[in-house]
C-alpha cells in the first residue's frame, strides 16, 4: 500500500454496487489512507448494498439526491463534522437519463425527461459544488472529479440526451474550475471514460456490441474500472496539484484513433 491520500478527506457520490466505478473509487481511496463519506441518492441506498462497501472503508453513508441543495447543504455540513475538517476531494458519478431507460428517441424527445436529465446528469454537478463553495466547506488545494463520456465531443447515436448531459457536464467542470481555482485554489476537472460494464452503462441500447468496438478501436483496449479509480486517485493526490479545467481522456488511446487494423479487418471480411 502507498499512502498517497493519508490524510485526505473526500466525499464519493455513485456507488451503487461493486461493479459502480465509484465503489472502485472508494476501495482505492481507502487503500490510499483517505478517509470519505458515501452518498447517494435514497432510492439507490434502499436499494443498493453501498453499506457493504461503508463497512470494508470504515465510512459513514449520508443519502443525498444531487438534485436537492438542501440534501447537498446536509451533506457537506454532515460530513465536515463527521471527517474533522474540511474536504480535500470530491467524486462526482452520477448519470440518469429516463429517456435512455424508456427507450425515447432523441429525435422525439421527452421534455420533461429531457430535463431531469440535464438536473440530474449535468446541473448536479454545478449544485455540489456551489454548495460546497457557499459553505466554504473545500480545503485549498482540493480536488473535484466529475466521469464523463466522448459523447460529449463526438455523436454515438444511441447515448442520446446523455450526449447533450455530458457536455454541459464537461463545460461546468470548465467554468467551476476558473472561479474555483482563483477564489479558493479548488481544481475541478472531468474523466472521460471507456465503456465500462455497469448499472448505467448497461442502460445505453446496444451496450455490448458498443463495447467490443470501442475495445477493438482502442489500442491499449477498453479502461476499466479499477483503472479509471486509480487514475482518480491519482487525481485527488497533490502530485496532480497545478492540473484543472480539463477533460482528461481515461479510454486505452480511443479518442485519438482514427482506425485500427481489427476494426478495418472486420469491415473487410463483412464486405466479403
Ligand atoms: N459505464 C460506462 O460505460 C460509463 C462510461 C463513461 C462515463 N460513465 C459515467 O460514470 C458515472 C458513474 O456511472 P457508473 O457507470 O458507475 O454506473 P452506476 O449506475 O453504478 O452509477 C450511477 C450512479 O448515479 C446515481 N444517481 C442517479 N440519480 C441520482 C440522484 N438524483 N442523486 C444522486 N445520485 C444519483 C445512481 O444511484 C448510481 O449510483 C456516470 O456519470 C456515468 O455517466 C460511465
Known amino acids: 500500500m502507498n499512502a498517497l491520500l493519508k490524510g485526505k478527506k473526500g466525499i464519493i457520490f455513485g456507488a451503487l454496487d461493486p461493479n459502480s466505478i465509484a465503489w472502485k473509487v472508494a476501495q482505492k481511496c481507502h487503500e490510499q489512507g483517505a478517509t470519505f463519506v458515501l452518498t447517494n441518492a435514497p432510492i439507490a441506498l434502499r436499494m443498493g448494498k453501498i453499506n457493504e462497501l461503508a463497512e470494508a472503508t470504515g465510512s459513514t453513508v449520508i443519502g443525498a439526491d444531487a438534485t436537492s441543495l438542501e440534501d447537498l447543504e446536509n451533506l457537506f455540513t454532515q460530513s465536515q463534522e463527521i471527517l474533522g475538517g474540511k474536504i480535500d476531494f470530491v467524486l462526482h458519478s452520477i448519470g440518469m437519463s429516463p429517456n435512455v431507460r424508456k427507450g425515447k428517441h432523441y429525435t422525439e424527445t421527452d421534455y420533461d425527461n429531457y430535463h431531469k436529465t440535464m438536473d440530474i446528469s449535468a446541473m448536479s454537478f454545478h449544485r455540489v459544488m456551489q454548495t460546497a463553495k457557499k459553505l466554504d466547506a473545500l480545503a485549498h488545494g482540493a480536488s473535484v472529479l466529475a466521469l464523463s463520456y466522448i ?18 457536464l464537461e463545460s461546468i467542470g470548465r467554468s467551476f474550475g476558473y472561479h474555483f481555482g ?12 471507456s465503456p465500462t460494464r455497469t448499472t ?60 485500427s487494423t481489427e476494426v478495418m479487418e472486420m469491415v473487410a471480411n463483412s464486405a466479403e
Not at 479548488?186 to 471514460?193: A, E
Not at 491499449?220 to 487514475?231: H, K, V
Open 200 to 259: 448505467a452503462g448497461q442502460g445505453v441500447k446496444g451496450f455490448d456490441a458498443f463495447y467490443e468496438y470501442a475495445d477493438k478501436m482502442s489500442p491499449l483496449g477498453n479502461a476499466d474500472a479499477d483503472s479509471c479509480a486509480d487514475y482518480c486517485v491519482v487525481m485527488f493526490s497533490d502530485l496532480t496539484r497545478m492540473v484543472t479545467m480539463q477533460n482528461l481522456f481515461h479510454d486505452g488511446g480511443f479518442s485519438f484513433t482514427g482506425v
Open 182 to 193: 482563483k477564489s479558493g485554489g479548488v481544481r475541478v476537472n472531468t474523466i472521460s471514460q
Open 151 to 168: 459523447a460529449a465531443q463526438r455523436v454515438f447515436p444511441d447515448y442520446n440526451d446523455m450526449a447533450d448531459a455530458k457536455s454541459l
